[in-house]
C-alpha cells in the first residue's frame, strides 16, 4: 500500500509555469506505474499523463508538448512540470499510483492548480 500527498499548486498567471510534485510513503514506490489527473469544476476527472516504472511516459493530446512528467525513485517522488499554462489548465490535479498484481489504485488528494490573470 502506498498513501500519495500531492503539493506545489497554486495561483498562476496564464502563460506562466508550475511544478507539482507527489511524494509517495510506503514501501516498493519503484514497482508503482504513477500518473497525474485532473478535475476541473464541475467536470469529470481526466487523466492527464502517466509514467511507468520503467520511465515510459504517455501525455493526454491536450498537455503534450507543455507537461514533462518524471520520477525520482531515490525520493519516491513525481513531478509534474507544467508550462505554458492556460485558463483551460484550471483544476484539482491528483496523483495515481498503480501496481501489477494490486488491484487496488491509490490516490492523493489533490492539489489546486489555478490559471487566471
Known amino acids: 500500500q502506498v498513501q500519495l500527498v500531492e503539493s506545489g499548486g497554486g495561483l498562476v498567471q496564464p502563460g506562466g509555469s508550475l511544478t507539482l510534485s507527489c511524494a509517495a510513503s510506503?514501501?516498493?514506490?519503484?514497482?508503482?506505474?504513477m500518473a497525474w489527473y485532473r478535475q476541473a469544476p464541475g467536470k469529470r476527472r481526466d487523466w492527464v499523463t502517466t509514467?511507468?516504472?520503467?520511465?515510459?511516459?504517455g501525455y493526454a493530446d491536450s498537455v503534450r508538448g507543455r507537461f514533462t512528467i518524471s520520477r525520482d525513485d531515490a525520493k519516491n517522488t513525481v513531478y509534474l512540470q507544467m508550462n505554458g499554462l492556460n485558463p483551460e489548465d484550471t483544476a484539482l490535479y491528483y496523483c495515481?499510483?498503480?501496481?501489477?498484481?494490486?488491484?487496488?489504485?491509490?490516490w492523493g488528494k489533490g492539489t489546486l492548480v489555478t490559471v487566471s490573470s
Open positions: 509514467i511507468t516504472n520503467n520511465g515510459m511516459t
Open positions: 510506503g514501501s516498493g514506490f519503484n514497482t508503482y506505474i
Open positions: 495515481k499510483a498503480d501496481r501489477r498484481g494490486d488491484p487496488m489504485s491509490y
